[in-house]
């Protein structure tokens, strides 16, 4: 329970800052989303995953069925994030490595949410 809060508290923040920039349709999201050549349609649905996401890990501290599948999903978006990147061609590695951690930290929550269940 207290390595789940603890990853919830990892989390939740940066995903509730990234899904905000993308609904919100900040200059600096949208530079980014330009950069990997995504729709605008696409990126709000990003967006939109991301705070869902976040309602499931806050959730998952007390139904452990939420909170991995909300793991789950922000493993699947990270992947989805590094397939793009490589496909837009970006070559600046510190995104990569950010998407990495923050997939190894989903992949920990699943394991603990799939304890708790």
């Given at each position: 329970?207290?390595?789940?809060?603890?990853?919830?508290?990892?989390l939740?923040?940066l995903?509730?800052g990234?899904?905000?920039?993308k609904?919100?349709?900040?200059?600096?999201s949208?530079?980014?989303?330009d950069?990997?050549?995504?729709?605008?349609?696409?990126?709000?649905?990003?967006?939109?995953?991301?705070?869902?996401?976040?309602?499931?890990?806050?959730?998952?501290?007390?139904?452990?069925?939420?909170g991995?599948?909300?793991?789950?999903?922000?493993?699947a978006?990270?992947?989805?994030a590094?397939v793009?990147?490589?496909?837009?061609?970006?070559?600046?590695?510190?995104?990569?490595?950010?998407?990495?951690?923050?997939?190894?930290?989903?992949?920990?929550s699943?394991?603990?949410?799939?304890l708790?269940v």
């Amino acid at each position: 329970m207290v390595a789940q809060v603890i990853i919830a508290a990892l989390l939740v923040p940066l995903l509730l800052g990234t899904g905000a920039g993308k609904l919100r349709q900040l200059p600096s999201s949208l530079a980014i989303r330009d950069s990997l050549r995504l729709s605008n349609r696409t990126w709000k649905t990003i967006g939109t995953l991301e705070i869902g996401a976040v309602v499931g890990l806050v959730a998952g501290v007390w139904l452990p069925l939420a909170g991995l599948a909300a793991s789950a999903g922000v493993g699947a978006l990270m992947v989805g994030a590094i397939v793009v990147r490589a496909r837009a061609g970006q070559r600046n590695a510190a995104p990569y490595v950010a998407d990495v951690v923050v997939l190894l930290i989903a992949l920990a929550s699943v394991g603990l949410h799939a304890l708790a269940v």
